[in-house]
């Protein structure tokens, strides 16, 4: 099992940045293909981006493309979201999840993933 804890949340204006991580332990610590989830209150959890076991293949959500980017730290066990050029439309609650079926990166689906992490709250003012 794989324990998944996001940092890195918190309130910014448009136009700002965060960098979200997700720090991963267990008790071998088995590198999956990883992605971030995000939830708007009332809406569904939706895909954000994601990335391979050796961080050399990424896919983001099109609504993200160009000002996220999602990376690995395998050395540190830890996953990155940097948030570059924020809007309203991005706040929500934000997931880390692991998929240890190694499923492509374009079939991840909310259903797919087996561990998450309890959530970082994302504000983005206007």
């Known amino acids: 099992q794989v324990q998944l804890v996001e940092s890195g949340g918190g309130l910014v204006q448009a136009g700002g940045s965060l960098r979200l991580s997700c720090a991963t332990s267990?008790?071998?610590?088995?590198?999956?293909?990883m992605a971030w989830f995000r939830q708007a209150p009332e809406k569904e959890r939706e895909f954000v981006a994601g990335?391979?076991?050796?961080?050399?293949?990424?896919r983001y959500a099109d609504s993200v493309k160009g000002r996220f980017t999602i990376s690995r730290d395998n050395a540190k066990n830890t996953v990155y979201l940097q948030m570059n050029s924020l809007k309203p439309e991005d706040t929500a609650v934000y997931y880390c999840a692991a998929d240890p079926d190694f499923r492509p990166l374009h079939t991840m689906v909310v259903e797919s993933m087996d561990y998450w992490g309890k959530g970082t709250l994302v504000t983005v003012s206007s």
């Open positions: 267990g008790r071998t610590n088995p590198r999956y293909p």
């Open positions: 990335i391979s076991s050796s961080g050399g293949s990424t």
